[in-house]
C-alpha cells in the first residue's frame, strides 16, 4: 500500500517545528555563551580586557579655553627627572609652568643627546638649546599647542641618549635601568626587602636617538633584564620619535622618568664616582629600593627569593676568571695560585668553590649562580655586573682585582649602593669604602700581568665568612 504524501498543511507544521527548535537552541547557546564571558573567573584574570559602561577612548587631554594643564617637575637631579605631564612638539620637549623659577635648569634635565667626547668645548656642546627643551608659559602653550593634547598614558622611561653607552651589559643593566629605578623609586621610599613598591610598573620606554637593533648587547643580557622585569612594556626608537615629530601635534606623556647622560656627567656624583647611576643617589630611597627589580629577574631565572639568604647555608664562592680574555689578566702564576687556594678553603672548610669562565656560561646559569654566591671575585670587567644579583646579607663579599695603583668605581659603587661589601685588591694590599682610591688607570690597568697575592685572598674569604656569622642570625 502507498504512503499518501504529506499535504502541504503539514509540511508547513513540520517546517515550523524545525524552525522553533533552531531558534530555541539559537538563544540556549548564546546566552549560554554570554553568562560565561560575565563570569567572575574571566573578568578577574583579565580584568582589563572589558569595561562595564561603554565610552569613548581618552585618548587627548583637552583644555578648550581654560589654563593648559603645568608640568610637574616631581623629583631632579643633574640627568635624571620625573615629571608629569610633559609634552612634545615637533620633537621639542617642554615643560609648561606660570613659575618658570620652580623648575630646574634645562640642562640639569636634557642634552643635545650627543656622542660623548671628553673635555670642557665638547661638554658645552651639547648642552640644550630652544630647539631641543623648552620652558614656556601656559599662555605660551595655548598658543603654540591649541586646544588638546594626545595623550601617552601611564609612566614612561625616556632616554635622551646617544647609542653610544647603551649596548653593553653594565652599562644598561648597572646604569641606564639602575639609575632609572633609582630614580623613579625614590618615590616610594618604604620598598621592604620583598621589593612590593606603591609604584607603578613603567609601560613604555623611549629612545629618541637609537635604532631599535642598537639596545640589545651582545651577550643577550639587556633582552632578558627588561622582558623579566617589566615583562608588558613597550618600546619606542628614533624611526617611532620621527612618525611623531612628522604628525605635527602635541603630545603629553603622563609621567615620565627623563634620564640624560650628559646632563648627569655635570653632576658632583658623576665626577667624584664616573657613574651617571650615582647621581640619583641623592634622592630619597629605602635600603631595598633594587629588589623589585632583582627579585622578578630571580623568580624569571627559576630561582627561589630565599636562595642565598641565610648564613647558615653553605658559603658559595665564585672567582669570575678572566684568562681567556687576553685583556686585563691576572699573571697565570698568581691566577694558579688563586684557584689552588680557594680549592684548599673549600677543601678545609666544605665551602662551595666555583672558577668559571662567564662567557661560557648560559644568562640563566649567570644569574642562578649569582644568586647563590656569598664572595664574588674577579679582576676588573663586565663579568661582575652579575653581582647585582647578589642577595646583599651580612657577608656578601665583593673583591675587585686591579693592577696596582689602578682603580675604578663602577663595581665599587653599584656593590655598595646594594648594601654589598666591596674589597679592592692591589696585589696583597686590600682596601674597602670609605678608604677607596680616587679613579686611576695606570699603565698595566689593561694588561695581562696584574699581579696578586693568593693567600691575601684566602685571609679575607676567612674572616669575611667566619666573622659575619658571629654577628648575624
Ligand atoms: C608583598 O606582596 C605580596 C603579593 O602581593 C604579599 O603576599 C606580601 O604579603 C607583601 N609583602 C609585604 C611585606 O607587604
Avoid at 617611532?240 to 647622560?261: G, I, S, T
Amino acid at each position: 500500500m502507498a504512503v499518501a504524501p504529506p499535504t502541504r498543511r503539514e509540511f508547513a507544521l513540520v517546517l515550523a517545528l524545525f524552525l522553533g527548535i533552531l531558534y530555541y537552541s539559537n538563544v540556549h547557546l548564546g546566552s549560554s555563551h554570554i553568562s560565561q564571558t560575565i563570569s567572575p573567573h574571566s573578568s578577574t584574570q583579565l580584568s582589563t580586557l572589558h569595561e562595564k559602561t561603554p565610552r569613548v577612548y581618552e585618548t587627548r587631554l583637552t583644555w578648550d579655553d581654560d589654563e593648559v594643564p603645568e608640568s610637574k617637575v616631581l623629583a631632579n637631579v643633574p640627568g635624571w627627572s620625573i615629571i608629569d605631564r610633559l609634552y612634545i612638539l615637533r620633537g621639542v620637549v617642554y615643560v609648561v609652568s606660570d613659575n618658570p623659577e620652580t623648575v630646574p635648569d634645562t640642562w640639569s634635565m636634557y642634552s643635545k643627546g650627543m656622542e660623548i667626547f671628553p673635555g670642557k668645548a665638547h661638554e658645552d656642546s651639547r648642552l640644550p638649546g630652544d630647539e631641543d627643551i623648552r620652558i614656556i608659559s601656559t599662555a605660551e602653550a595655548k598658543q603654540l599647542f591649541g586646544t588638546g593634547a594626545s595623550i601617552i598614558d601611564g609612566v614612561t622611561y625616556f632616554v635622551n641618549d646617544h647609542p653610544q653607552f647603551i649596548r653593553h651589559y653594565y652599562h644598561w643593566s648597572a646604569e641606564l635601568y639602575f639609575g632609572f629605578w633609582r630614580t623613579y623609586s625614590s618615590l616610594d621610599p618604604s620598598i621592604p626587602a620583598e621589593g612590593n613598591t606603591t609604584v607603578p610598573q613603567p609601560r613604555h620606554m623611549f629612545f629618541n636617538r637609537l635604532d631599535a637593533f642598537r639596545w640589545r648587547d651582545p651577550t643577550d643580557m639587556n633582552q632578558l633584564v627588561l622582558r623579566s622585569s617589566f615583562p608588558d612594556v613597550t618600546m619606542e626608537f628614533r624611526d617611532d620619535w620621527d612618525d611623531r615629530v612628522k604628525m605635527n601635534v602635541p603630545f603629553v606623556l603622563e609621567r615620565v622618568v627623563l634620564a640624560d647622560r650628559s646632563a648627569a656627567m655635570r653632576a658632583y656624583n658623576f665626577q667624584r664616582y664616573q657613574r651617571t647611576a650615582a647621581v640619583p643617589f641623592a634622592l630619597p630611597g629605602s635600603v631595598n629600593w633594587w629588589m623589585t627589580i632583582r627579585n622578578n629577574v630571580v623568580q624569571f631565572a627559576g630561582m627561589d627569593l630565599d636562595d642565598g639568604s641565610s648564613t647558615r647555608d653553605t658559603p658559595v664562592i665564585t672567582y669570575i676568571s678572566r684568562q681567556a680574555w687576553g685583556r686585563r689578566t691576572l699573571i697565570q702564576e698568581d691566577h694558579e695560585r688563586l684557584v689552588k687556594e680557594l680549592y684548599r678553603l673549600r677543601d678545609e672548610h666544605g665551602w662551595e668553590v666555583n672558577v668559571v669562565l662567564m662567557e661560557k656560561m648560559s644568562r640563566m646559569e649567570q644569574i642562578r649562580l649569582s644568586v647563590r654566591t656569598t664572595i664574588m671575585m674577579g679582576v676588573h670587567g663586565n663579568g661582575l655586573t652579575n653581582l647585582i644579583w647578589m642577595r646583599p646579607t651580612p657577608r656578601t663579599t665583593v673583591m675587585e682585582f686591579f693592577f696596582p695603583g689602578g682603580f675604578a668605581h663602577d663595581y665599587e659603587y653599584t656593590a655598595r649602593s646594594l648594601g654589598i661589601t666591596h674589597y679592592g685588591f692591589w696585589g696583597d694590599a686590600s682596601f674597602t669604602s670609605p678608604n677607596v682610591p680616587v679613579n686611576a688607570y695606570p699603565e698595566g690597568f689593561q694588561g695581562n700581568s696584574i699581579p696578586l697575592d693568593a693567600a691575601a685572598v684566602g685571609r679575607l674569604c676567612f674572616d669575611r665568612l667566619t666573622l659575619s656569622l658571629e654577628v648575624d642570625d
